[in-house]
Structure formats: structure tokens, C-alpha cells
């Protein structure tokens, strides 16, 4: 069973930066992707980014494009978010996940962990 802690999460200014980490850990993982989504007030949890485990190819969603850079170190077993220039609208709290394969729904979870921008 895989598990999935994020951290990274904080208090930034508007137009700051912050790099959140996802690390995962059981006693397999070899994932077909990793994911970030997000989660603000009252709002649904949405997608923001995914990487492929094997070959590395993204996928962003629009509000993020050209703003965040997800990343993945195999041999460790992270991925990683950089986000810059951020924005009020940006606070939330952010989830990493991974999915088996193609098609399956994201299946294994972390506890999330908060990002909080001030404008």
C-alpha cells in the first residue's frame, strides 16, 4: 500500500514562491503518475499538474501553465511542485496523489498540506 506525505506548505506574500514536496513510501511504488491537486474553501478539489513516473511527460492545468513546474525524483520517490508567482487565489490546501495506470482513477492520497498567499 502506497503511502503519500506532502509537505512544503506555508504562509507566502503575492508574487512569492514555494516548492512543495510529496514523498511516498510502501513497499512497491512504481506509480504511472504522480499528481498535484488542490482544495480551497468551499470549493471542489481540482487538478493542477501530473508527471509520468517512467518517461517524465506533464500535463498542467491552465490556471497553472507556465506558473508551476511539477518534477519527480525516482530514486527518492518525491515529486515536487514548484510554484511562482503566486496569487491570493492560489490558497488552498494541496493534495499529491498517484494512479496506477491509464484510465484508473487517482487512487492513493496524501493529507494534504496548506498554502496560504497573502495580498
Known amino acids: 500500500q502506497v503511502q503519500l506525505a506532502e509537505s512544503g506548505g506555508g504562509l507566502v506574500q503575492a508574487g512569492g514562491s514555494l516548492r512543495l514536496s510529496c514523498a511516498a513510501s510502501?513497499?512497491?511504488?512504481?506509480?504511472?503518475?504522480m499528481g498535484w491537486f488542490r482544495q480551497a474553501p468551499g470549493k471542489e478539489r481540482v487538478f493542477l499538474a501530473q508527471i509520468t513516473w517512467g518517461r517524465g511527460s506533464t500535463v498542467y492545468a491552465d490556471s497553472v501553465k507556465g506558473r508551476f513546474t511539477i518534477s519527480r525524483d525516482s530514486a527518492k520517490n518525491t515529486v515536487n511542485l514548484q510554484m511562482n508567482s503566486l496569487k491570493a487565489e492560489d490558497t488552498a490546501i494541496y493534495y499529491c496523489?498517484?494512479?496506477?495506470?491509464?484510465?484508473?482513477?487517482?487512487?492513493?492520497w496524501g493529507q494534504g498540506t496548506q498554502v496560504t498567499v497573502s495580498s
Open positions: 510502501g513497499r512497491t511504488f512504481s506509480p504511472y503518475a
Open positions: 496523489a498517484s494512479k496506477a495506470g491509464i484510465g484508473i482513477n487517482w487512487n492513493s
